[in-house]
């Protein structure tokens, strides 16, 4: 993997497209608020909004992105300052330009520690090695949308539960 530089997640480069920008947020199922932002980053349209529409059905507030780009794109300009702007990102390793993993070294780099899944059809052997320095979980593709949900939720609910223990 290149060795990518960290950006500047408080001044955020927007690259616009026909809908204004190259990310969407897709909201909640109706009915359902929820605290719990994730985003998916996935260059196969119907892949994406098939992952979107489970996890806004399982309460999530989606944000989806194209590719690598603007998942990055996505974390600027949602950023807090202090906070993570998302509960998740699920992100593709294979899209066009940066790969997923890529996206996922900048973010570290920076400091941002928002819990990470990592889908690819590639073998396993090929990509964990990878996936567990960047602190992230693997699930091939293709796999159950029960699993991604599973895990999703298991994530989330584990990383929000650190937070808020008091020391």
Known sequence: MKSPTAPNLCVPPIRLSERGTDWEEYPTHPGVTSMRRVLIAEDDPSLRELMARLLAFEGYFV???ADASAMLDAVRITHDGCEDP????VADV???GLTGLDAL???RQSGC???AIVVSALPGEMVQPEVQELNALFLPKPFALENLRRI????????QCQNSTVE
Not at 86 to 89: G, S, T
Not at 152 to 159: D, E, I, M, Q, T
């Open 105 to 107: 070294a900048i973010l």
């Open 152 to 159: 999703a939720n298991r994530v989330v609910c584990g990383h």
């Open 113 to 115: 520690n928002i819990p």
């Open 94 to 96: 294979r899209m066009p």
């Open 63 to 65: 944000t989806e992105a």
């Open 86 to 89: 998302f509960d998740l990102i």
